[in-house]
């Protein structure tokens, strides 16, 4: 489509009740607001928490308002559309990013996009958009991941990464081993390769006395029982953070959109540091399939929405 048309494609969820209730809507476009750029979306990754607003698992929680349809969708890339004042982006630049939040109409499953200027990065030559689309949201959640965690201990530490050949899980292991982690990855026994190819001991069972566990793979209480007395777990289950036990601290994290991290994330995936891993390539207009898909389970690497 071109800027000037009537109406852009997007999904929407107007009565959550699982993949299938993941609609496409033509709606308005909207123009970039100061500090705002609009993104022509090249590539629109589907994450877990996609499903969970299909599912209605965040309207039940009320954390969305919306009178008409929530826009799921969160991570993109694209190529500025449209440049608000002072958003610094010129038109035509490739960009990626997440939008984050629940309670919107508008999501990244769409063709257009508006968003802060300063929640994108700048794509480098050589990263493909639809791979870039998979990178934003799991490699800043990772980070972040990392960031709660802190450095290993002096003399070194062992930590267990849950959900290592996952989305985030892979981004945990790498950046964990710059802090001086000595990193062992779980997975399915099928993930072996993958997982030790991050550079990461193997295994599938979370086993116990872990100085510290990142629990990108969601396992919640069994892996903090994994965690030694006095070590750190960190999860990602914001909505059902754990309590604190033996002494464990116990962090959980929220990953918010920050253009500046994700620069510094996509030049690691350009040296080859960090996956970016592309499962499939759907139409927009297939978006409940590809939902559907993602709710069987066993994907590895992105499903990547293309308008
Ligand atoms: N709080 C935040 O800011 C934030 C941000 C991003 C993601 N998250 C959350 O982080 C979690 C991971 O996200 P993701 O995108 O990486 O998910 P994902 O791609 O589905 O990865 C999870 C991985 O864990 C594996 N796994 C699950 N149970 C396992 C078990 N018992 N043994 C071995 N492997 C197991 C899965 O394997 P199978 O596919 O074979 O089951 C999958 O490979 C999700 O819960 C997501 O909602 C939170």
Redesign the pocket.
């Known amino acids: 489509m071109t800027t000037q048309q009537q109406t852009y494609r997007q999904a929407v969820v107007r009565v959550p009740s699982g993949p299938r209730s993941v609609e496409i809507a033509d709606v308005p476009p909207v123009e970039p607001g100061p500090g705002q750029v609009r993104v022509r979306i090249a590539g629109a990754a589907v994450?877990?928490?996609d499903l969970g607003v299909a599912g209605g698992v965040f309207h039940r929680l009320g954390m969305v308002n919306q009178p008409e349809h929530t826009g799921p969708g969160w991570d993109f890339a694209g190529t500025v559309d449209a440049a608000g004042p002072d958003a610094g982006l010129t038109v035509g630049t490739r960009v990626a990013g997440f939008v984050d939040g629940f309670d919107r109409a508008h999501g990244s499953h769409a063709e257009l996009l508006v968003v802060p200027a300063a929640d994108v990065a700048v794509v480098p030559d050589g990263v493909d958009l639809v791979e870039a689309a998979t990178v934003p949201?799991?490699a800043t959640?990772a980070a972040m991941i990392v960031d709660l965690l802190g450095a290993a201990p002096e003399g070194g530490g062992r930590l267990l990464v849950?959900?290592a050949?996952?989305?985030?899980?892979p981004h945990v292991a790498v950046l964990a081993r710059d802090r001086g982690w000595e990193v062992t990855g779980?997975?399915?026994a099928a993930?072996e390769a993958f997982v030790r190819g991050l550079g990461a001991g193997f295994t599938?069972e979370p086993g116990e006395g872990w100085d510290a566990v990142a629990d990108?793979?969601?396992?919640q209480e069994r892996a903090l029982a994994a965690v030694r007395d006095g070590g750190r777990f960190v999860g990602?289950?914001?909505a059902a953070r754990l309590p604190e036990e033996r002494g464990v601290s116990v962090e959980?994290?929220?990953?918010r959109p920050d253009g500046e991290l994700l620069t510094r994330l996509l030049a690691r995936v350009a040296k080859g540091d960090l996956p970016a891993r592309v499962h499939a390539v759907v139409p927009l207009a297939e978006a409940a399939d590809a939902y559907q898909a993602m709710a069987g389970?066993?994907?590895?690497g992105r499903i990547v929405l293309v308008p």
């Open positions: 994450n877990p928490v949201l799991n959640a849950t959900g050949a996952g989305a985030v899980g779980m997975a399915r993930d599938t990108a793979g969601a396992l990602v289950q914001p959980v994290v929220f990953a389970g066993g994907v590895r």
